[in-house]
């Protein structure tokens, strides 16, 4: 089954987007998504749902099917205007794209569209924990903001690392290395910056259990999921993902457990 640019923003005003929103889009681009455009279709779609008022994010991650501490050990700087994003070939095509501004976190940074987007993306690379306190991640649940995958898995929402920051004291383990690694970023003016950041401990990453959290969301009905084409929609608020991680610290649970180390 197939459908146009004005099916897909239908389908996502049914889900719950509204204009003025602050959205966090992960998506796959899958050939046979059903969606009769290109990708830079699906983006316009994207920004039309969230208007000009809104935030459109997609994380830009520069590496993938590897750690930070391993991309931050191969001295590659992240250039904020050069370096190709590999979160997927919508966040390229949106990085790339007129009026969009990215934040120059050497391992998180985000592309930004919308009338906010330098406010929003301020101030990232002086974030100790680029998904911490201070950091776009914080400002996306200050805006009570929604995430959206596009036929992308749970897996790929980064905003659950700042829910993990949330709960760092909770742990019997240490969620950071003690120490900071430098990234490098080249910035706007050809800049070469060295920024220090924070990496997840190999032994919080090894007994991560994402599938609690996964079940506890589903348990509470807070992911809203929506099928158009062959493409398969989910829409979750940040706020509500933050609440059902604090519930869950209340009662003693957190989603980490030594026991599922890998």
Request: hydrophobic share 35%; proline share 5%.
């Amino acid at each position: 089954m197939s459908y146009k640019k004005e099916d897909l923003c239908n389908a996502l005003n049914k889900l719950g987007l509204e204009t003025g929103d602050c959205l966090m889009v992960h998506s796959s681009w899958l050939p046979l998504n059903g969606f009769k455009g290109r990708p830079v279709d699906m983006v316009s779609a994207l920004k039309d749902v969230a208007g000009q008022s809104g935030i459109l994010i997609m994380p830009t991650l520069t590496y993938q099917n590897k750690s930070s501490r391993d991309f931050l050990l191969s001295s590659t700087p992240m250039d904020v205007t050069r370096s190709p994003s590999m979160m997927g070939l919508l966040s390229e095509v949106f990085r790339r794209g007129k009026d969009v501004t990215r934040s120059l976190s050497p391992t998180h940074p985000l592309a930004v569209w919308g009338d906010k987007r330098d406010e929003f993306v301020q101030g990232h690379e002086s974030c100790l924990v680029p998904f911490g306190v201070g950091s776009p991640f914080e400002k996306l649940l200050q805006c009570n903001g929604k995430i959206l995958t596009i036929d992308a898995p749970f897996a790929t929402i980064t905003f659950t690392h700042y829910l993990e920051d949330r709960i760092a004291s909770f742990l019997p383990f240490p969620l950071y290395d003690p120490s900071p690694m430098t990234g490098q970023v080249i910035d706007y003016d050809k800049k070469l910056l060295e920024v220090q950041v924070n990496v997840i401990s190999e032994i919080a990453n090894s007994a991560r259990c994402e599938q609690r959290l996964v079940d506890r969301l589903n348990r509470c009905g807070a992911m809203k999921h929506k099928r158009i084409g062959n493409t398969h929609l989910m829409l979750i608020e940040c706020k509500t993902m933050a609440d059902c991680v604090d519930d869950m610290v209340k009662e003693g649970e957190v989603f980490f457990d030594l026991s599922c180390e890998r």
